[in-house]
């Protein structure tokens, strides 16, 4: 039982689904982020010997989608996603108990993420509705999540934040 399975049955949907491994974005960590038919999709470079965590998300060719920098000297935890599609910021925010994430996107709406971030149980908002679900309830391996991404939102972008959100948490 795991994303295959669960494919098989919401297949009408158009939902995407990815396979995601648990904190090992560390400097100098690259790893791939397979779609759901377990073809390599996406690729997230950790670039080592910088001065600020920095990862490179590219596409299965190798060509790169989204540059995601850690921000410092700021209030608040946050990376920049740099993009040609548009720039997001993504920041813990300040206020409340559990943990939430604010994503603001240049020329968008911007996005939340809230839930069990730590777990990688959690959801991605855009006014309220939910663009994209976090979950390890779907693998029965270890160290690994799944994302669900809604029809027509942006992939890349919706995995550059749960990068993010990943390197964000595991500090």
Same mark, same amino acid.
């Given at each position: ?5 669960? *494919? ?7 939902? *995407?689904?990815?396979?995601?491994? $648990? =904190? ?18 996406? &690729? !997230?470079?950790? =670039? ?15 060509? $790169? !989608?989204?540059?995601? *920098?850690?921000?410092?000297?700021? !209030? ?5 996603? $740099? ?8 920041? =813990? ?24 971030? !730590?777990?990688? $149980? ?7 509705? &939910?663009?994209?679900?976090?979950? &390890? =309830? ?14 027509? *939102? ?7 934040? #749960? ?5 964000? #948490?595991?500090?």
């Amino acid at each position: 039982m795991g994303l295959r399975d669960r *494919q098989r049955r919401d297949d009408a949907s158009g939902v *995407q689904r990815y396979q995601m491994r $648990e =904190k090992l974005l560390s400097i100098g960590d690259d790893y791939w982020i397979e779609d759901e038919s377990g073809d390599r999709a996406f &690729k !997230v470079d950790g =670039k080592a010997l910088r001065l600020r965590d920095t990862f490179v998300l590219e596409d299965a060719s190798g060509a $790169e !989608v989204a540059k995601i *920098q850690e921000r410092k000297l700021r !209030v608040r935890d946050s990376m920049n996603i $740099e993009r040609a599609a548009g720039n997001a910021t993504v920041h =813990k925010a300040l206020i409340g108990i559990r943990d939430r994430f604010k994503i603001d996107v240049d020329g968008g709406d911007d996005l939340s993420a809230h839930g069990n971030l !730590v777990d990688h $149980e959690y959801t991605i908002e855009r006014d309220g509705d &939910k663009v994209a679900e976090v979950s &390890k =309830k779907w693998f029965r391996v270890r160290d690994t999540y799944g994302v669900e991404i809604a029809p027509g *939102q942006d992939d890349a972008l919706i995995l550059a934040i #749960t990068v993010c959100i990943d390197a964000l #948490t595991s500090d």
